[in-house]
């Protein structure tokens, strides 16, 4: 359950009525939702593999900058070279994978559309720092190697304060 609060939060943040949401994955230290986590297929019945999705506007253009960087290209290239570092990408793809099977079970959904595929390039892609970033703040660090990075390369984007500012109503 959403608190209306939380579900104004993100509909500022994202300029739009958010679609599917099942939780909040992850609360910024401002207090706002910065993740939810959303179900594996939205209202209208489209498959939607992104279980953790970033709403916090200004994470997500630090992320862009940081996708614009060359970054993602440097970690796909380590994930080549370091069996360690890609042996731990693949276990946080099954992470992935079994939290929105539990998600879906919950919300008593079936998607095979997507049975096996992540996000964000998962297992074997880097493709989208915002999905790395959403599963390292929602599951926690040391589940997700990279997104663990992105988040240390983020900084404190919280810290000029709440990127939206709902009301009570």
Not at 17 to 36: A, K, L
Request: aromatic fraction near 4%.
């Amino acid at each position: 359950m959403i608190e209306p609060r939380d579900e104004a939060a993100i509909a500022s943040q994202l300029g739009r009525e958010p679609r599917g949401i099942h939780e909040v994955g992850h609360r910024c230290p401002c207090g706002n939702p910065d993740v939810v986590t959303t179900e594996p297929r939205l209202p209208n019945g489209t498959p939607f593999p992104t279980t953790f999705y970033l709403t916090c506007p200004r994470a997500a253009s630090r992320i862009g900058t940081l996708e614009g960087s060359g970054l993602m290209k440097e970690m796909q290239d380590r994930l080549a070279t370091d069996p360690a570092l890609a042996e731990q990408y693949a276990d946080a793809h099954t992470r992935y994978l079994e939290a929105r099977d539990e998600i879906g079970r919950q919300a008593g959904l079936d998607v095979p559309e997507i049975a096996g595929i992540s996000a964000g390039g998962m297992p074997d892609r880097v493709k989208c720092l915002h999905v790395l970033a959403g599963q390292a703040l929602a599951q926690g660090r040391g589940v997700n190697p990279l997104g663990d990075e992105v988040l240390d390369a983020l900084g404190e984007w919280w810290s000029s304060g709440p990127c939206v500012e709902p009301s009570d109503d």
